[in-house]
């Protein structure tokens, strides 16, 4: 058989491929004694830590806001504004390549602990920034230092977390298990957002205008306790089983590629436009925020405003999790991605209109169902297409490569889409142009969901795993090594 014919273009509808029945002798996962409970938690455990992502890469927006208000010139104005917000995208990279490569050589478990020390041990550095002798530079180069380690240690929750997440599903009942991984991903991702936006809120009223400098720190303080909750959880966990009975000692870089290399360019891609869209788009939301409410405005409010826009996440998340069970991943992704591109449209062709006081309402809704669909999905979706479009013996690095360039994208187009208002050559056209830009990669994205990616079924892990083991056996690997 040829690496042609083995390479998966779709997966069966329902129940296992002939590869699955016995062909190494494995029962299948939910058969194993463990009990509800037991099957349950580690994907609770390995997931959850994504809530740090959404609440660490949200409130530092705020954290921006607050120290605009209290260093006009020194902060406003310098390079150090724009550099702590960024910087964790790089650092998130850098712990995606690293520890999507000690997922697979080495431990998911212990990747995941160190990670999550990370993110606990720098987050309360963040919240403690000092400058030597009270310099306020100092304090900046401080916190912009300690943002890039944060940032590897949210690059860590996505080849180790996500990966061990969805291995572990394959344990739970069949039907189930798309919406549970993703309730623990990309889910707690958008929480994490939306709680990044309301606790700033609540301390902002709590301290008042006068003590915002107690506030900063004590909204960045307030991102340990979320990994910190998950010590003893990911401490007790073992191994899932499904790496246990995949693992690989020595990896076939040349055969990994030839096997993998078109479908993870197809993933990567998918995932970059999803980022470039999500994350640049935050952007636009102090425009209509400018409208709302006057210059003077207490910044609780401001934070207010933000929750609710944040708020929109929640229910394109939840209902792109059970579609994702009822009608699969790649349907619901390219779906819900070619109606964001509609509704994208829509808000470039209504912008002059939109954008003004009189509809603001309107624009508030058309531009919350826009980021809604958005999570519904692709935000929902492209993570379990990557966790469940490779074999688990290279998932973690396979994993971080598309996650990797997804962030890129965020980089990306949080450069490009300003570059294009500030270039536009009016003010309607500057409101337009991005949402045009969106919409067009919306629906070239799910274009590339449709028709280039395999179905996705409930078995698809174990179905791929043995397809892999199928093609490096052709190719004269030693398959009896995987698992030992």
């Not at 041990?121 to 944060?150: E, N, Q």
């Not at 808000?347 to 669909?373: N, P």
């Not at 490009?416 to 142009?433: H, S, T, Y």
């Not at 067009?440 to 028709?451: E, G, Q």
């Amino acid at each position: 058989m040829t690496s042609k014919e083995i390479e998966p273009q779709a997966y069966p509808e329902k129940g296992p491929g002939p590869l699955e029945e016995g062909a190494y002798d494995l029962p299948p996962l939910e058969d194993t004694t463990k009990g509800r409970w037991e099957r349950s938690w580690p994907t609770i455990a390995c997931g959850a830590g994504l809530f740090s992502d959404g609440y660490l890469n949200g409130v530092i927006g705020q954290v921006n806001t607050i120290l605009d208000f209290l260093y006009p010139t020194v902060y406003a104005n310098s390079t150090a504004s724009q550099n702590v917000s960024s910087i964790a995208f790089v650092g998130t990279v850098v712990g995606m390549l690293i520890f999507g490569y000690t997922s697979d050589h080495w431990s998911r478990k212990w990747s995941l602990m160190i990670s999550t020390i990370i993110l606990f041990v720098f987050a309360a550095l963040c919240a403690g920034s000092y400058g030597y002798h009270d310099s306020t530079y100092g304090m900046f180069a401080a916190l912009t230092a300690y943002r890039f380690f944060i940032g590897i240690g949210i690059g860590g929750e996505y080849p180790a977390g996500s990966v061990a997440c969805a291995e572990n599903t394959g344990e739970l009942k069949e039907g189930h298990r798309n919406r549970w991984f993703i309730m623990f991903t990309n889910f707690q991702i958008d929480f994490g957002f939306v709680v990044s936006a309301l606790v700033p809120m609540i301390v902002c009223l709590i301290c008042t205008q006068d003590h915002l400098r107690a506030a900063w720190r004590i909204c960045l303080g307030l991102g340990i306790i979320p990994p910190l909750s998950l010590v003893y959880l990911r401490y007790k966990m073992k191994e899932p089983e499904e790496f246990n009975r995949q693992r690989m000692r020595v990896f076939p870089l040349r055969l990994i590629f030839k096997f993998y290399w078109k479908r993870l360019f197809i993933v990567s891609l998918i995932w970059f436009i999803y980022d470039f869209s999500s994350y640049s788009f935050g952007l636009y939301s102090s425009k209509f925020l400018a409208l709302i409410l006057p210059a003077d405005a207490p910044l609780w409010k401001t934070f207010g405003w933000t929750t609710l826009i944040y708020l929109f996440y929640i229910p394109g998340s939840s209902l792109g999790a059970f579609c994702s069970d009822w009608i699969g991943p790649r349907q619901t992704l390219a779906i819900g991605v070619a109606l964001q591109g509609v509704v994208g449209f829509i808000m470039s062709g209504c912008y002059e209109w939109l954008a003004t006081t009189e509809y603001m309402g309107a624009f508030i809704v058309v531009y919350g169902v826009f980021l809604a669909l958005g999570e519904f999905g692709p935000g929902d979706n492209i993570g379990l297409v990557a966790a469940k479009t490779s074999a688990t013996a290279i998932r973690g690095q396979y994993y971080s490569y598309a996650a990797a360039i997804g962030k890129i994208g965020a980089f990306v187009g949080t450069y490009v889409l300003p570059i294009a208002a500030d270039n536009a050559p009016n003010k309607v056209r500057a409101g337009q142009d991005p949402f045009f830009i969106s919409s067009s990669l919306c629906i070239f994205s799910a274009f590339l969901a449709w028709f280039l990616l395999p179905h996705i079924n409930q078995d698809t892990i174990t179905h791929e795993d043995d397809r892999f083991r199928e093609f490096l056996a052709s190719e004269g690997y030693d398959t009896s090594t995987l698992g030992n």
